[in-house]
């Protein structure tokens, strides 16, 4: 049996609050295109979730993007507070996940080198 802390408890529903809300389409600023939420991680006061998200895209998707979850936030935040039940409303930091670019990019390598060698 796993034990997780409060804070990543909350983390993981603050996730899926913001996935509902990219789900059902409430986001509805035309700048933020097709993200996924990689992970939330809550400061233990529970008092700000630092959100992060992955997309396909060039950089100045990235950054139009990065715009619109910011001019959403005060939104996101009402929402998720009302989602989650939480007695004090997190403050919400956008981060753009580089884990899931480098991740790919280790990947390729690793099927070169494999690809090379003859694996």
């Known amino acids: 049996m796993t034990t997780h802390s409060r804070p990543e408890r909350v983390g993981q529903e603050i996730q899926a609050a913001i996935g509902d809300l990219l789900t059902r389409g409430m986001l509805r600023d035309p700048r933020i295109g097709y993200i996924t939420i990689t ?3 809550v400061s233990p006061d529970l008092r700000v979730a630092r959100v992060f998200y ?8 990235r950054a139009d ?3 619109g979850l910011e001019a959403a936030k ?5 929402e ?10 997190p403050e919400i930091f956008f981060s753009f996940d580089e884990s899931v670019g480098e ?10 080198v494999r690809n090379k060698e003859g694996w």
Request: proline share 0%; net charge positive.
């Open 103 to 112: 991740g790919d990019k280790i990947d390729r390598l690793l099927r070169e």
């Open 80 to 89: 998720v507070t009302s989602a989650v039940n939480l007695r004090v409303s």
């Open 65 to 67: 993007t990065q715009k």
């Open 39 to 41: 992970g939330v991680k």
């Open 54 to 61: 992955s997309m396909m895209g060039n950089e100045q998707e």
């Open 74 to 78: 005060g939104f996101v935040r009402r």
